[in-house]
């Protein structure tokens, strides 16, 4: 089998469209090749406000769509009428951003009279591997992005993903951006906390709280609240006392934290269940301490790590277009054209029916 699918991701605040060759025989001989993978990110328009407005997200998303689909089919060397399926975010994010996306790619798959998959984000995270690392055994998947925390084990990507655990605060990413903004850095603030942090950061010079890790506590779960609320305390307390806030160990040690916690767990959980793999997926996956932390305790646990080049970590239209693919070569049946766009799609639901 031999196929093209175009995929469209509008969860936030990146249009993005990728476009991706299927072939193989459907079983472990798929192979999913990347074409394209085109993004116009409405980021710049919402720094003023600290965080994604979903107004303007939506609005964005509507005037990026057809040239960014244009210019994805143009970068693949794909016209129209080669496309064989189209696949769309159905859910988790933003209702109205979702619905510009799923409304776009409805008109397309009725225009080009091919099938319809609706796929679920979190899912699209995890497939979007494929596109590097080749098919995926069994694996255990740590997702970690702006609006999620969760530990799932993924028995294969077009059955639903079981949840084992996730935060019962804020999302990874999340914790990234305010305390990103606590310290005067930009937005979204992973990225300038990661380098920061790398440029001169001591993740030593100070301990922060290493949320939900006593014996006691559930061992899947995450909470980042308490240490967002840590460095927040520690920040006001130089304040008081007149000192300068060293602002790059302060990054470094909070960055430590959350990857101690997301390291430790996802490899327990691994362990635990006698899953070799691991795979890190999701916004914060770019972050290069906790890539590195995931590579050294998974050698020293005997677990393979497998996490996709940051960019494609990120919201990207390939990850969606890969599970597209993976949906269609298992032979999956096509969502309805009615399915709505869902904000709160639970990860149990990987297709929409
Ligand atoms: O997956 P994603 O692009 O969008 C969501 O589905 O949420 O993830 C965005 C999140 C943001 O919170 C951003 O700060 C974080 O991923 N992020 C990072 C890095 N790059 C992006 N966090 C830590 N280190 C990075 N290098
Ligand atoms: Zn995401």
């Known amino acids: 089998m031999t196929a093209v699918v175009l995929g469209i991701e509008t969860s936030c605040d990146e249009t993005g469209v990728g476009v991706v060759r299927l072939s193989g025989d459907g079983a472990a001989g798929t ?6 993978d085109e993004i116009a990110s409405s980021v710049d328009e919402h720094v003023r406000f600290g965080g994604v407005v979903p107004e303007v997200a939506s609005r964005a998303h509507l005037q990026a769509m057809v040239p960014t689909v244009r210019r994805a ?26 619905l510009v996306g799923a409304a776009a790619a409805k008109a397309y798959a009725a225009a080009w009279d ?3 998959y609706g796929v679920n984000h979190l899912a699209a995270h995890v497939a979007v591997d494929t596109l590097e690392h080749g098919p ?23 059955q639903p993903l079981e949840p084992l655990g996730a935060t019962i605060d804020d999302a990874a990413g999340e914790a990234f951006d305010k305390v990103a903004r606590l310290l005067g850095l ?33 061992p899947y779960d995450f909470s980042f609240s308490g240490l967002k609320t840590a460095v927040a305390r ?14 790059a160990d302060v990054a470094a040690a909070f960055q430590e934290a959350v990857v101690d916690v997301l390291t430790a767990k996802a490899i327990r959980a691994a362990t635990d269940r006698g899953i070799e793999t691991l795979l890190i997926g999701g916004g914060v996956a770019a ?46 049946p096509a969502s309805q054209f009615e399915f709505p766009a869902d904000p709160g799609l639970p990860i149990t639901t990987s297709l929409v029916s």
Not at 139 to 150: I, N, P, R, Y
């Open 73 to 98: 089919l143009a970068v693949a060397g794909v016209a129209p009428s080669d496309v064989d399926a189209v696949a769309v975010t159905a859910g988790p994010g933003l209702a109205g951003a979702l």
């Open 287 to 332: 972050n290069s301490r906790l890539r590195a932390v995931a590579q050294q305790r998974c050698d020293a646990a005997g677990v393979r790590l497998r996490v996709p080049r940051p960019r494609l970590c990120t919201d990207n239209g390939a990850m969606v277009a890969a599970l597209g693919a993976h949906l269609l070569a298992a032979g999956a």
């Open 114 to 116: 091919v099938p319809l």
């Open 234 to 247: 520690h920040v006001e307390a130089l304040a008081r006392a007149g000192s300068i806030v060293p602002v």
């Open 31 to 36: 192979k999913v090749t990347l074409l394209a």
């Open 136 to 158: 995926l055994p069994p694996a255990l998947a740590l997702l970690v992005s702006g609006g999620h925390s969760s530990l799932l084990q993924v028995s294969s990507l077009t």
């Open 186 to 218: 930009g937005f979204p603030g992973g990225p300038f906390i990661d380098n920061v942090a790398r440029a001169g950061g001591d993740p030593a010079s100070i301990r922060f709280p290493r949320g939900l890790s006593g014996p006691l506590d559930p």
